[in-house]
């Protein structure tokens, strides 16, 4: 028994290692590409470790365009949206999940249906009342809907925490004298914080490595985020592949720093949080 224990737990470890190194392919083959010259590209095998390391790629991608204000671009938005999410959000699904009103689960019924549409769908006509109010190539369009709601999926997260909550502690809070503000504010947001650290980090993750809503709102290089900025190296006819992993994979840094030290919150704020209606 002991024999086929050790058997099945190496047959484990031997798949999440294939798996492991599935994932972290591409991100090798991005570093790969980072530092090597234009002519290595095309080599024919390619060679994972290539013969020369050509690291002053980093400073050349950096220096090439704006990268400085692209990356405050991109920080301003990312996170003025987190704070609009979790204030937003939070203070949506407390109504939802501790405040008892006519047709409240009918209503959150359907904003869920929110869910099944694509931001192609509603792309256009975002675009067409923000350009009404003359706010296209402005952070308006990409900040201001995060202070009003912040989303349905992230509601519906931070509802799910909350009415996980137990409804004693309101009660004894009422008998207090506190009212729902205080009740959000004290009570139910201190127990909640694995919860807003997984929003937080969602969030973070969908601005920043956003590239769409940018490419439909933001016009002038000035405005541009990092991930508009990465598209300056492709050319007419041709793109400088090396150049531009080179700035990726600076780009990528903050999200596996945030992830990193987040990742610990971000499980157990997943596992707490679990589908009770």
């Known amino acids: 028994m002991r ?52 690291l002053d790629n980093f400073r050349d991608a950096l220096s090439a365009y704006p990268f400085g204000r692209f990356f405050m671009n991109s920080a301003i938005i990312t996170l003025s949206a987190i704070a609009g999410v979790l204030l937003s959000a939070s203070i949506c699904a407390y109504s939802f999940s501790r405040i008892e009103w006519y047709g409240r689960d009918k209503v959150f019924g359907f904003i869920l249906t929110g869910l099944m549409i694509p931001f192609f769908v509603v792309m256009i006509p975002q675009f067409v009342f923000w350009k009404t109010l003359n ?5 308006v369009p990409l900040i201001a809907p995060a202070w009003f709601g912040g989303g349905v999926f992230n509601i519906f997260l931070l509802r799910q925490f909350f009415m996980s909550i137990p409804r004693d502690l309101d009660e004894a809070a009422k008998v207090d004298g506190a009212g ?23 969030t ?9 809503g940018p490419l439909a709102f933001i016009t002038s290089e000035k405005h541009y985020t990092l991930m508009q900025g990465l598209t ?7 793109a400088q592949w090396n150049l531009m992993m080179a700035a990726t994979s ?5 999200s596996l720093i945030v992830f990193l030290f987040a990742q610990r919150y971000f499980i157990e704020g997943i596992a707490m949080t679990g589908i009770k209606g």
Request: aromatic share 14%.
């Open 3 to 54: 024999k086929l224990s050790l058997l099945n737990k190496t047959i484990v470890y031997i798949l999440l290692l294939a798996g492991s190194v599935f994932c972290l392919f591409p991100i090798i083959w991005m570093l790969r590409t980072s530092v090597i010259q234009m002519g290595d590209l095309y080599q024919v095998p390619p060679k994972l470790i290539p013969p020369k390391l050509i």
């Open 180 to 202: 729902h503000f205080r009740i959000y504010w004290q009570i139910v947001l201190p127990i909640s914080k694995q919860a807003m650290i997984v929003v937080g980090l969602l």
């Open 135 to 139: 706010l296209t190539d402005t952070f």
């Open 204 to 212: 973070f993750l969908a601005n920043w490595n956003d590239y769409l």
């Open 250 to 254: 600076v780009i990528v840094i903050p």
């Open 232 to 238: 300056l190296f492709q050319g007419s006819y041709s």
